[in-house]
């Protein structure tokens, strides 16, 4: 019997959010190289964001996220690469320290139902 509404258990910190933001991605290349690259997220939450970024990084590599609109750069750290069947190369990326005012926007608690309004 299946059950309407069903919805599994959260495990995310906060709520994802798709929006593409401008940003100018700075980092060292895998050969010791530094790098600067203008990107833009796919996703954002609180904790980091899901970019696309055609430069090669590793697992744990640092990065200097600036957000072209507010101008406020923040370090974060790789926590995740795949490439799409688009093609493209993207990453998923933490802040180091966590900062919630990064985006300059309020998350909900991941698996809160969205408002209705009346």
Request: contains cysteine.
């Amino acid at each position: 019997m299946p059950v309407s509404g069903y919805r599994r258990g959260e495990k995310r910190r906060s709520a994802r959010v798709t929006m593409s933001v401008p940003l100018r991605v700075d980092g060292e290349s895998l050969s010791g190289e530094k790098f600067t690259v203008n990107t833009t997220t796919h996703t954002i939450s609180q904790y980091g964001c899901l970019m696309i970024l055609d430069q090669e990084v590793i697992l744990d590599q640092a990065l200097v996220l600036m957000n072209e609109y507010t101008r406020q750069s923040m370090q974060c750290r790789v926590v995740s690469t795949r490439r799409h069947r688009d093609g493209k190369k993207y990453v998923g990326v933490e802040f180091i320290p966590q900062n919630p005012n990064f985006w300059r926007m309020s998350f909900s608690k991941p698996g809160a139902r969205s408002l209705k309004r009346f």
